[in-house]
């Protein structure tokens, strides 16, 4: 499977590649919060997680981090 995911912190680190069971797993591990952000070559702008397909697999009572990056 293709490495193709970046994510972003809140301090705007960026890490990537990755391929989409190895973000998940990131997710699943709580890792990645619903407030991160995610990217894709084919994406126009970062994404939040928690806005994302991949919110599906954060952990129910996992709490939204304040939306820091503009």
């Known amino acids: 499977m293709d490495k ?3 994510y972003m912190k809140p301090d ?6 990755y ?3 190895e973000l998940i797993a990131l997710i ?9 952000y995610i990217w894709m ?4 702008a970062w994404l939040k997680i928690g806005d994302s397909i991949y919110a599906f ?8 981090i304040e939306d820091t990056i503009s």
């Open 4 to 6: 193709v995911w970046y």
């Open 12 to 17: 705007r680190n960026k890490y990537g590649p």
């Open 19 to 21: 391929s989409d069971q």
């Open 28 to 36: 699943q591990q709580e890792i990645l919060l619903a407030g991160d």
């Open 41 to 44: 070559p084919d994406l126009k």
């Open 57 to 64: 697999y954060l952990p129910e009572n996992q709490p939204e």
